[in-house]
């Protein structure tokens, strides 16, 4: 996410890092790096004037040009501004006071409007909230059974419409029916539309008014760009908008769109997906989206995503095993499954600061998640005694292992030695354990779990 622009930010201040005092030339010079660097990634022109101009105002100033390190006053101005544009303060969670409370969900087909619904669906019911998905998407085939599909895999129950039901019927019948079940929030996944299509945004409006929604969210994918600001604001003329859902953060997104859409159309962004999986939905931060933008990464984000997923008990259990000296090859695959739990290795240490060995670390990719999987299934293979006691793994057992996980014998080989250089290194040097183990930039010939050879 966001990895071209997080490239050019930081050669821009790598720039201003160098210079020992920053003049209004080598500002203006780095002015005109970021509104390039902005104009590539696909945000709107008119976005970016005004925060350069922003920018601008607060930089060409003695408090900048005269400070002991400029750079980083500029860093802070820009990561400010940032922030500004995205929206400011961080999104709050949504209002579902009602009986029950309504959220309709709009955007173009293709968005990622039923998977979202799906998520959104689960995070009200983990907080306590029981939701109803409703299949309002009657344009679209086999919409229904997707939703169908969604609300099974996060235990939530639809309502399907009946045959030659329209949209402000079934809208109506899905509030009765939820007092009726006892479900809080009803959740409207209705049907992808162009917003030139006048007849479907004439419906969509009928619709609103039909069921009066507590929220109104626009979902919007983050890859389509400028296309996803110029059709939210055209919805957002139609309906009263409380809110955008960005999807697709995940992928190859230059970030447009994050940046522009808050802007343009003056609609907060309130959550953001960040992977395939029914828990990757996140309520949106501008200040932390801003520093990952910029490659200071987000700590705090990670922290919680670790708190959230990671076994206290188990940790607690692991510490104890490291102070007596027993990593096993069986706490080794536990730990990899507890790192799994967090999402997809490249998401993870996205949010890691983008500096000296930690971005080397984030520069993974589909190849060393296999590479994961591949450590995993060899431990897999192995039984309880040979994970406990490597010492027991001769030539023969090593075949079986590597038929066993789709490997070879080189690469079962690979993989226990580099266990006992961890098991070495853990003896005497347990903090930065994860760094060295995932990265491998601290084992003797720089190898670590993601190398190949």
Aim: glycine share 10%; net charge positive; with cysteine.
């Amino acid at each position: 996410m966001f990895e071209g622009l997080q490239d050019k930010f930081q050669e821009v201040f790598k720039r201003l890092r160098g210079e020992g005092k920053i003049s209004e030339e080598h500002l203006a010079q780095a002015l005109k790096q970021i509104r390039l660097a902005l104009l590539e990634a696909d945000v709107h022109f008119r976005v970016v004037k005004e925060f350069l101009v922003r920018v601008e105002e607060k930089a060409i100033g003695e408090q900048v040009l005269l400070s002991l390190s400029p750079a980083q006053q500029v860093i802070k101005i820009v990561r400010d501004e940032l922030a500004a544009t995205l929206g400011g303060e961080d999104a709050k969670e949504l209002r579902v006071d009602g009986s029950p409370a309504v959220i309709l969900m709009c955007g173009l087909q293709g968005s990622g409007k039923t998977t979202t619904s799906g998520k959104l669906a689960k995070r009200l019911a983990g907080r306590g909230r029981y939701p109803l998905l409703v299949a309002a998407d009657l344009q679209r085939a086999a919409a229904v059974e997707q939703l169908v599909q969604v609300g099974s895999q996060v235990g939530v129950p639809v309502l399907q419409p009946n045959p030659g039901e329209k949209v402000l019927d079934l809208g109506r019948r899905a509030l009765r029916e939820a007092r009726d079940r006892g479900r809080d929030v009803v959740i409207l996944d209705t049907a992808g539309r162009l917003h030139v299509d006048q007849a479907l945004m004439a419906e969509i409006a009928e619709l609103a008014k039909a069921v009066e929604p507590d929220e109104i969210l626009y979902v919007a994918d983050a890859m389509t760009g400028q296309d996803a600001v110029r059709s939210a604001q055209e919805f957002s003329r139609v309906l009263p908008l409380s809110g955008v859902l960005l999807t697709k953060l995940d992928g190859d997104s230059r970030g447009g769109a994050a940046l522009s859409v808050r802007s343009v159309t003056q609609v907060p962004i309130r959550y953001v997906g960040v992977g395939e999986k029914s828990g990757d939905l996140e309520l949106f931060s501008p200040a932390r989206m801003a520093s990952r933008i910029l490659g200071m990464g987000d700590v705090l984000s990670l922290i919680e995503k670790a708190q959230e997923t990671v076994d206290a008990k188990e940790a607690e259990r692991l510490a104890e095993r490291l102070s007596r000296n027993e990593f096993t090859l069986e706490d080794l695959r536990d730990q990899l499954r507890q790192v799994r739990k967090m999402g997809p290795l490249k998401s993870v240490l996205e949010m890691l600061p983008k500096i000296g060995a930690l971005k080397e670390m984030s520069q993974v990719g589909d190849a060393d998640e296999r590479r994961l999987t591949a450590v995993e299934a060899m431990i897999n293979s192995m039984t309880l005694d040979e994970r406990r006691t490597p010492g027991l793994l001769n030539g023969s057992r090593k075949r079986r292992i590597a038929k066993g996980s789709g490997t070879s014998v080189q690469e079962v080989n690979q993989v226990l030695k580099q266990y006992l250089q961890m098991k070495r290194m853990m003896k005497g040097v347990k903090q930065g354990f994860m760094k060295k183990a995932f990265a491998g930039k601290g084992f003797p010939g720089g190898k670590g779990l993601l190398s190949r050879r």
